[in-house]
């Protein structure tokens, strides 16, 4: 059985192509409120089954949030892939501080999967707070 990533009134479905491994939890101003835990999927991986009622949210046109409009629910993002050019504490993977990402990466909310198996997940914490 697919695992599905869903809002709650099942408005917004998406299907993950495997159970995830590795996810992330960030402390920036907007993850931290949300309470989410990030999954990374390259365009095309991901199937989305239902987005009736997908909304979105963005504070600079950088990273769009997706959010349920009928329940509320923060379900996935669509942003640039930051995790390509800087490590996990923000500091640049090549030395080139201030570089954008060309690519760009999904994130799906793991705390909208029912059956997740979350002993499979490594979760690591990321410092967006300072570094962004």
Not at 47 to 67: C, E, I, K, R, W
């Amino acid at each position: 059985m697919p695992l599905i990533a869903t809002c709650h009134c099942g408005s917004t479905k998406i299907a993950l192509p495997a159970q995830p491994s590795q996810a992330k939890s960030c402390n920036c101003s907007f993850c931290a409120r949300t309470g989410a835990v990030w999954a990374y999927y390259k365009p095309g991986e991901l199937d989305f089954v239902s987005l009736d009622g997908d909304a979105t949210y963005s504070a600079s046109g950088l990273n769009q949030h997706h959010f349920c409009s009928k329940c509320g629910m923060q379900t996935w993002g669509d942003s640039p892939d930051w995790a390509s050019m800087y490590n996990a504490d923000g500091t640049p993977k090549d030395g080139n501080a201030g570089g954008m990402p060309t690519e760009r990466i999904y994130a799906v909310n793991l705390n909208t999967v029912d059956d997740l198996d979350w002993s499979a997940v490594v979760v690591e914490a990321v410092d967006g707070r300072s570094s962004w």
